[in-house]
């Protein structure tokens, strides 16, 4: 709380250092409107999901592309739009979010 200068919660579930957290695109159901999911990404090779409500609880983790990436080192989600009647519409879905990540090793990986 940068209120009060306390620590409010800890999410524990990297094994490394972690190098990028960020507030993701994805809403849970039956919460609208604001998104409640962060991601973090960790020289561990891994990008978690946590549930910023239930202290500690990890939704979701994703492993890096192999062992090679020597870990996560920034992501990025981009929203695609798509062409309807030659006019960009942004999708109602989350269907067309990707999630780039770097690596150590140089490369950009798509998940998508």
Do not use: A, M
């Not at 524990?12 to 604001?34: D, M, Q, T």
């Amino acid at each position: 709380d940068i209120r009060s200068g306390q620590q409010i919660q800890e999410f524990n579930g990297h094994k490394l250092l972690v190098n990028v957290v960020e507030y993701s695109p994805f809403v849970i159901k039956n919460i609208s409107g604001n998104s409640n999911v962060i991601c973090s990404g960790s020289e561990d090779n891994t990008i978690r999901f946590w549930d910023i409500r239930s202290n500690k609880k990890e939704l979701y983790s994703i492993e890096g592309g192999d062992e090679e990436d020597n870990g996560i080192l920034c992501f990025k989600f981009i929203s695609l739009k798509k062409k309807v009647n030659n006019n960009e519409q942004k999708s109602k879905d989350d269907c067309n979010v990707h999630l780039y990540y770097g690596s150590y090793d140089g490369l950009i990986r798509v998940w998508g």
